[in-house]
Antibody, heavy 122, light 107 residues
């Protein structure tokens, strides 16, 4: 069955960097766009970034633009999120999600990872 | 940015009830609207995509409707496992945005 497994979360000081990874399995990773979505403790869902199936395009929420970079390695079936200049407000569970877009339909998130917690604190 | 406003923010209901959650977009988004259910400590689960299409494996008591800017999620015959948080989600344009969520609690 489709699996998305995030790793790389932890406690980090403000201004430091962290890289999240998401290992995908049981589907053709190179055929799907991928996103990162986060959820601050006790709060709602916030879209963070997207990357096309082939890595040709990406986009970011204004709150992370210029600080975070989404990338992928289709040969390793892995999605990444490089997070620089971290702030307290970046504290959240980060979910890796699969974009279920097909021609004639809409982007939706049909598979989610279990999430990895990033805590930004001194 | 497209703002998504859900109502109500919380809702109390009983097993067997029919409940409706609404989501309004700040501009027209055609049918680029999805609904998710999230239980505490778990990842969200896709229920409805493209406003009214039921995701595989989701019980038929869940249904979605709407187009343009106004959408509804209806649960007909609440089951104990349905008490959770629900989020709408627009994928019409970036930045992709979610509603603030609706917490469905047992009365």
């Amino acid at each position: 069955q489709v699996q998305l497994v995030e790793s790389g979360g932890g406690v980090v000081q403000p201004g430091r960097s962290l890289r999240l990874s998401c290992a995908a399995s049981a589907f053709t990773f190179s055929g799907y766009g991928m996103h990162w979505v986060r959820q601050a403790p006790g709060k709602g869902l916030e879209w963070v970034a997207l990357i096309y199936y082939d890595g040709s395009k990406n986009d970011y929420a204004d709150s992370v633009k210029g600080r975070f970079t989404i990338s992928r390695d289709n040969s390793k079936n892995t999605l990444y999120l490089q997070m620089n200049s971290l702030r307290a407000e970046d504290t959240a569970v980060y979910f890796c999600v699969r974009d279920n877009w097909i021609v004639g339909s809409v982007t939706s998130y049909d598979y989610w990872g279990q999430g990895t917690l990033v805590t930004v604190s001194s | 940015d497209i703002q998504m406003t859900q109502s109500p923010s919380s809702l109390s209901a009983s097993v067997g009830d029919r409940v409706t959650i609404t989501c309004r977009a700040s501009q027209t988004i055609s049918n680029y609207l999805n609904w998710y259910q999230q239980k505490p400590g778990k990842a969200p689960k896709l229920l409805i995509y493209a406003a009214s299409s039921l995701q595989d494996g989701v019980p038929s008591r869940f249904s979605g409707s709407g187009s343009g800017a106004d959408f509804t999620l209806t649960i007909s015959g609440l089951q104990p496992e349905d008490f959770a948080a629900y989020y709408c989600h627009q994928s019409y344009s970036t930045p992709i945005t979610f509603g603030q969520g609706t917490r469905l609690e047992i009365k």
